[in-house]
Nanobody, 121 residues
Framework: QVQLVESGGGLVQPGGSLRLSCAASGLTFSNYAMSWYRQAPGKERELVAT??????????NYQDSVKGRFTISRDNAKNTVYLQMNSLKPEDTAVYYC????????????WGQGTQVTVSS
């Protein structure tokens, strides 16, 4: 019943931009911190960015390598979290995954299926 569906990935040139979207359903979206992770071939999955629920201040956090280039945001009315990616580099190439986590009360942790981002000339 719970679904996280990523979209917006694709092939872009170095220096280009993409906007990823993650549409959530089957959960009370406002109760969850939302994150983007990525996994490149041969590498471990890594946290890219997080935005907390409004009740936790709506704070954002970014991996150092994407600070100043990526922006995470959420639209609670649309149950959607976004990742705006600018100044893309080849090393940003990965499958990007959406994560929803509730870490209070009854705890839950959900994942999307991933969307491929390829940055190449």
């Amino acid at each position: 019943q719970v679904q996280l569906v990523e979209s917006g990935g694709g092939l872009v040139q170095p220096g280009g931009s993409l906007r990823l979207s993650c549409a959530a359903s089957g959960l009370t979206f406002s109760n969850y911190a939302m994150s983007w992770y990525r996994q490149a071939p041969g590498k471990e999955r890594e946290l890219v960015a997080t935005i907390t629920r409004a009740g936790a201040g709506g704070m954002t956090n970014y991996q150092d390598s994407v600070k100043g280039r990526f922006t995470i945001s959420r639209d609670n009315a649309k149950n959607t979290v976004y990742l705006q990616m600018n100044s893309l580099k080849p090393e940003d190439t990965a499958v990007y995954y959406c994560n929803a986590k509730k870490s209070w009360g009854i705890k839950y942790d959900y994942w999307g299926q991933g969307t491929q981002v390829t940055v190449s000339s």
